[in-house]
């Protein structure tokens, strides 16, 4: 099983940023998806989750500036990032279960002018 996560990169405060994740080698199902991040010296944490049934859950620091996708038949998870303020800079990983808890890499996020 691999996710491969792209779209990170530098931008300005009040940018936009689109991170996409795609997984291979899954066999069942996906369940949830989702995106965490981790700035330095900080715990990862919860950016945005996407359930099976579309469901969705946004830590309260994105609600309004991010927004998650999944496409099913492709087995991939976006997260669209507008108004990104310095406080967004990290890592971020995506994150899928199936059977079991996969992540990806982590892709590096910096908003910065």
């Known amino acids: 099983v691999q996710l491969q996560a792209s779209g990170g990169g530098l931008v300005q405060p009040g940018g936009s940023l689109r991170l996409t994740c795609a997984a291979s080698?899954?066999?069942?199902?996906?369940?949830?998806m989702g995106w965490f991040r981790q700035a330095p010296g900080k715990q990862r944490e919860l950016v945005a989750i996407i359930s099976g049934g579309d469901s969705t859950n946004y830590a309260d620091s994105v609600k309004g500036r991010f927004t998650i996708s999944r496409d099913n038949a492709k087995n991939t998870v976006s997260l669209q990032m507008n108004s990104l303020k310095p406080e967004d800079t990290a890592v971020y990983y995506c994150?899928?279960?199936?059977?079991?808890?996969?992540w990806g890499k982590g892709t590096q996020v910096t908003v910065s002018s």
């Open positions: 080698g899954i066999i069942f199902r996906i369940n949830d």
């Open positions: 994150y899928c279960y199936s059977q079991s808890a996969y």
